[in-house]
């Protein structure tokens, strides 16, 4: 199925977002009385977490998952989780046992990594299917914490994986791989800015494209970019 694209500007795709957020909790909800979801951070946190925060949802069910965090403490200005705690989380009253924190930052991060993988396992079953990943893309099109060119693409066996050579700081970070995301039950992508829209339209156009952001879109099962004008650029439009 061909990714659905909206384009708008921020504030109007944060409505839509959270129109579509609420519609797939509800469904998810009716199925299977709890919905699973995995946040990025960045500037979509920064953009759409404040109107995520106020839609009206039973918290306890919603369960809360990260595609990838840094290796730093959870109070520090470039966690993943702060940003979602701060923006989402609190604001929302989302009670702590919804919330699934990746920890990054822990010695063993390896030990660590399994440990979220069989978190996923005992919250969702086996294999574990989350309902909605959130992503953000970077403008070289990598997401979560899946560089173009690096080896984790092609990891297949593991859910979550440690990496220690990212080439943007931190060098070490957490993430979820492809299978993991690519088998969401909707995978949103929510891009801002002229610096995506190259990386946009290749993985919206280029079928052969080897992108991060272009591998997860051709494996997802359903698919919907939210962009405004300037990253929505290269898109043809019919």
């Given at each position: 199925?061909?990714?659905?694209?909206i384009?708008?500007?921020?504030?109007?795709?944060?409505?839509a977002?959270?129109?579509?957020?609420?519609?797939?909790?509800?469904?998810?909800?009716?199925?299977?009385?709890?919905?699973?979801?995995?946040?990025?951070?960045?500037?979509?946190?920064?953009?759409?977490?404040p109107?995520?925060?106020?839609?009206?949802?039973?918290?306890?069910?919603?369960?809360?998952?990260?595609?990838?965090?840094?290796?730093?403490p959870?109070?520090?200005?470039?966690?993943?989780?702060?940003?979602?705690?701060?923006?989402?989380?609190?604001?929302?009253g989302?009670?702590?046992?919804?919330?699934?924190?990746?920890?990054?930052?822990?010695?063993?991060?390896?030990?660590?990594?399994?440990?979220?993988?069989?978190?996923?396992?005992?919250?969702?079953?086996?294999?574990?299917?989350?309902?909605?990943?959130?992503?953000?893309?970077?403008?070289?099109?990598h997401?979560?914490?899946?560089?173009?060119?690096?080896?984790?693409?092609?990891?297949?066996?593991?859910?979550?994986?440690?990496?220690?050579?990212?080439?943007?700081?931190?060098?070490?970070?957490?993430?979820?791989?492809?299978?993991?995301?690519?088998?969401?039950?909707?995978?949103?992508?929510?891009?801002?800015?002229?610096?995506?829209?190259?990386?946009?339209?290749?993985?919206?156009?280029?079928?052969?494209?080897?992108?991060?952001?272009?591998?997860?879109?051709?494996?997802?099962r359903?698919?919907?970019?939210?962009?405004?004008?300037?990253?929505?650029?290269?898109?043809?439009?019919?």
């Amino acid at each position: 199925m061909a990714p659905q694209v909206i384009v708008d500007k921020p504030p109007g795709l944060a409505e839509a977002l959270a129109g579509r957020f609420v519609d797939e909790a509800r469904k998810a909800l009716d199925a299977r009385r709890l919905f699973a979801v995995a946040l990025p951070g960045g500037s979509v946190a920064d953009r759409f977490f404040p109107r995520l925060a106020e839609t009206a949802l039973d918290w306890s069910r919603v369960h809360f998952f990260w595609g990838d965090e840094r290796a730093v403490p959870p109070t520090d200005p470039e966690s993943n989780y702060r940003a979602a705690r701060t923006l989402w989380l609190e604001p929302a009253g989302v009670p702590a046992a919804s919330v699934h924190r990746m920890e990054a930052e822990a010695p063993d991060a390896e030990a660590a990594a399994r440990a979220y993988a069989d978190t996923l396992t005992r919250v969702l079953g086996s294999p574990p299917r989350l309902d909605l990943v959130l992503l953000g893309v970077g403008p070289d099109g990598h997401v979560c914490s899946l560089f173009p060119g690096h080896p984790l693409l092609g990891e297949e066996g593991r859910l979550v994986a440690v990496v220690e050579d990212s080439p943007k700081p931190p060098a070490r970070r957490m993430t979820l791989t492809l299978p993991a995301l690519a088998a969401a039950g909707l995978v949103v992508v929510a891009a801002l800015g002229g610096s995506k829209a190259e990386v946009v339209r290749e993985a919206l156009e280029g079928a052969g494209s080897e992108l991060p952001l272009a591998r997860v879109v051709r494996r997802a099962r359903r698919c919907v970019f939210y962009l405004d004008d300037a990253a929505a650029a290269g898109v043809g439009r019919g």
